[in-house]
Structure formats: C-alpha cells, structure tokens
C-alpha cells in the first residue's frame, strides 16, 4: 500500500513550457487535493475533485488546469509555467470530504518541487 | 471563515511535555479542529482532530476549551523526531494552511 505518490519529485522548467503533474492513490478515496506551498509558508488549496470526472477551484487556481480521468489519478497542469508557479506541490486525498465541517483525515504525498526559470 | 492563531516557533526539551496553543476565537459549533504536522519539507502528515470534546490518539492529545475559542495539542514525551512545524486549522478557512508553528526540540 503506496498511499499517496507524486510524479515526477523534481523539475525545472522555463517561462512558457508546460507540464503535468501526476498523483495517484492507491487507498480508493474519492476525494483529492492539489496544494502549493510557498517558502516559509503554509498551504493553499489549487484545486480539489470530489470524485472520478469532477473538479473544482480552490484558494489558488489561476494557471492551473486539472483532470480526474480515473478515481486514483489527479492531474495537474501548467500550461505556460511562470517564475511565480516556482513552489512545492503537494497532493493529498481523503475518504469524505475534507470540509472543517468533518472528521475527515487527508493524506499528503511527499511533494513535487517545480522551479521555473 | 474560522482564523488560527498560532505562536510562530517554540522550543521543547526532549522527553518533556510540548504545549502548542492555537487560537480559533471565530469558530463555528459545528467547526472541527484539525491539526498537521509537517517534518523537514515532506508531505503533512495528520495528527487529530476533534470538535468539542478532548481527543486523545497514539501520537497526540487535544484539548479543546470549553468556549471552542482556543485548543492546545499536547506531545506527552517529545522526541528529536518531533522538530517539525504544526498547523492547527479550524474550520473550513479555504481548506488552506496557515504558517504554523515551528517546534524544535533539544536534547
């Protein structure tokens, strides 16, 4: 059981190329998450699917595109990658939703540290 | 949006108890508090939660006031492994994190 993994761990991209990072989950939930962290700061939520083939904005969502093509995939998409995208991704799933209003437990993957130059 | 406040770093001696406070004075009744951590850059890994009532697992306790405005989580024995810093998120406030708290803990 691999939980949660991110692919790839590392990238440098420069302005305007484009890329797509990968999560998968092997634990069947139906609910994830795309998260940017900034140095020295927390989280914010990009974008969330609550199950196979939907997705909705977060905190964050401009410049960025998502997928849910399968329940254990989350796709995210940069389709011109600026400096200002240069952070740490981290994808994170969860039986029910994740809404402070539930005793709901979200797990992270170890993260993708994306560079743009 | 229910806001945290958090101390933004504390130190613990191994072996002893670790107090983190988190200030959530605009949460809701029907608001749960959660609480993260994060080691070194890797991915947050779930501590607790609860919603009223004190919570207690392997890794944690919580303590929730009886006015819902603050909570503390307690690491009962603190380990070298524990320097991480810990967010406490109460409600829903964009599902986003604030900065934390950073928690070093000396031998």
């Known amino acids: 059981n691999a939980g949660v993994t991110q692919t790839p761990k590392f990238r440098v991209l420069k302005t305007g190329q484009s890329m797509t990072l990968l999560c998968a989950q092997d634990m069947n939930h139906e609910y994830m998450y795309w998260y940017r962290q900034d140095p020295g700061m927390g989280l914010r939520l990009i974008h969330y699917s609550v199950g196979e083939g939907t997705t909705a904005k977060g905190e964050v969502p401009d410049g960025y595109n998502v997928s849910r093509l399968k329940k254990q995939n989350f796709l995210l998409g940069l389709e011109s990658a600026a400096p200002s995208q240069t952070s740490v991704y981290f994808c994170?799933?969860?039986?029910?939703?994740?809404?402070?209003?539930?005793?709901?437990?979200?797990?992270f993957g170890p993260g993708t540290r994306l560079t743009v130059t | 949006d229910a806001k945290t406040t958090q101390p933004t770093s504390m130190d613990c001696a191994e072996g002893r108890a670790a107090n983190l406070p988190c200030n959530h004075s605009?949460?809701?009744?029907?608001?749960?508090v959660y609480w993260y951590r994060q080691i070194h850059s890797q991915g947050p890994q779930y501590i607790i939660h609860g919603l009223k009532n004190n919570e207690t697992n392997e890794m944690a306790s919580l303590i929730i006031t009886e006015d819902r405005k603050s909570s503390t989580l307690i690491l009962p024995h603190a380990t070298l492994r524990d320097t991480a810093v810990y967010y406490c998120?109460?409600?829903?406030?964009?599902?986003?994190f604030g900065a934390g708290t950073t928690v070093t803990v000396r031998a």
């Open positions: 994170a799933s969860t039986t029910i939703p994740f809404t402070g209003l539930t005793a709901s437990e979200q797990y």
């Open positions: 605009t949460i809701s009744g029907n608001e749960y």
């Open positions: 998120i109460a409600g829903y406030n964009k599902l986003s």
